[in-house]
């Protein structure tokens, strides 16, 4: 019989997409599924991108440059300055995806069984970019109480071992929506210094930043060669299907070694790479009404939250998601059971599981991350599912 690698055996399954098959088994019963399950925004992708897509003219559909088309790359140099970090077109790599990045970063830093430190709850696939690069993802755990705040420098240092290569964030962060401040990046460069460390620096969601300035890895100082960036077009134009990232560092000999994977995979995709550039080209005040809708959501969701019974919310800080804690045990249960069986007026709700957003074994078990992208109406109608499932669940811890 042929067998299965060990590495696809031990490749986790995405704890926000497992439910999916639950989730069709409930539609097709006629029941309305409220996702907040998985961070897909309702906002349209601007006009603009979809228009360059519509309109490209071209006769064949070539490979670009496996770094990705230069004429992206220089003006997203401009785009970059304008949020502060300064880097030339050399320093940038167009990924597919921010995924690509992230799994670049991996494979041209670490070698197999070195580890990399992440506080917890993490953006889940991070391990399965751990598996496919065949390296370790060591946890260290922030918690509800104090907002998923970095966890203090001793206990990250107290992880440190002969194969920690690097630490990692994602700020503002998913799932907690924690926004890291300049004092914590501090901290970080810190730890990289004393311990010879990359920072790695997932900036999905940079735009989105509620409760103060965002402050970016590459705007530390007298660190360049520990700093990756890892970006994306996703989230922040709504553009989660072109599948457009970058990889940024201003450390040459990394950029060559990342370059060497990016020519493997011989190009980014064509039609995201100019949906992405026309992107650049819209208004300086394009983020400003997308930020206004997400802070409102935010506010009802977490208000509403933190309204029920025995339920915890903290206040993120941005991206657009919020992690709260249930009056339950079993959070994969719960969310098993909104969708198998639970309605409210014919209508449940999506969620994602906690426990899939931490590596430390037993912990999140009473915590679910909600993102809240959709709109307010939406919102509203899908507390009042959670709020009733939470009244009706026969394990309710009391």
């Known amino acids: 019989m042929l067998s299965i ?7 986790p399954s995405s704890p926000i997409r497992k439910l999916v098959p639950f989730a069709e088994a409930a539609r097709r019963k006629g029941t309305r599924v409220f996702h907040l399950n998985i961070g897909q925004p309702d906002i349209e992708t601007p006009r603009l991108m979809l228009d360059a897509v519509r309109h490209s003219d071209f006769k064949v559909l070539e490979y670009s440059h496996s770094a990705g088309n230069e004429s992206y790359r220089r003006k997203l140099v401009e785009y970059y300055a304008s949020v502060g970090i300064e880097i030339a077109h050399t320093d940038i790599i167009i990924t597919t995806g921010g995924s690509e990045a992230i799994l670049f970063g991996f494979m041209s830093c670490l ?9 917890e709850p993490f953006y889940a696939n991070y391990n399965g970019f751990a598996v496919a690069a065949d390296i370790t993802v060591v946890p260290v ?3 509800i109480d104090s907002g998923f705040a970095l966890p203090r420098m001793r206990d990250i240092e107290a992880k440190i071992s002969a ?14 929506g924690y926004l890291y401040s300049r004092e914590e990046l501090e901290t970080l460069k810190e730890i990289a210094l004393k311990h010879n460390l990359y920072i790695f620096a997932d900036e999905a969601y940079r735009e989105f930043s509620y409760s103060g300035k965002h402050f970016s890895a590459m705007q530390l100082r007298d660190v360049d060669s520990n700093v990756v960036l890892m970006d994306t077009i996703s989230k922040r134009y709504s553009a989660c299907g072109a599948r457009i990232g970058a990889f940024i560092s201003r450390n040459r000999n990394l950029v060559d070694t990342a370059m060497k994977f990016a020519q493997a995979r011989l190009s980014p995709p064509s039609f995201g790479q ?3 550039e026309a992107a650049l080209d819209l208004p300086a005040d ?14 009802l969701l977490v208000n509403r939250l933190n309204g029920m019974p025995g ?13 709260a804690k249930l009056p339950i045990e079993d959070c994969d249960h719960f969310c098993q059971w909104l969708l198998e069986s639970f309605s409210y007026n014919n ?22 991350r909600i993102a809240y992208v959709l709109n307010t109406a939406s919102l509203n109608v899908a507390m009042d599912c959670l709020e009733k499932a939470l009244l009706e669940y026969p394990f309710r811890k009391e």
């Open 5 to 11: 690698s060990h590495r696809g055996q031990i490749m």
């Open 111 to 119: 070698d197999a069984g070195d580890e990399v430190i992440i506080p």
């Open 141 to 143: 755990t922030s918690y």
């Open 163 to 176: 194969r920690t290569k690097a630490v990692m964030i994602c700020n503002p962060n998913n799932p907690t």
């Open 274 to 276: 100019i949906a992405g």
């Open 286 to 299: 394009y983020f400003d009404a997308t930020k206004m809708e997400y802070t409102s959501r935010r506010d």
């Open 311 to 323: 339920v915890i919310c903290p206040n993120p800080g941005g991206a657009f998601y919020a992690m």
């Open 347 to 368: 209508q449940t709700v999506m969620l994602a599981p906690g426990s899939g957003f931490y590596g430390t074994p037993g912990l999140g078990r009473q915590e679910v």
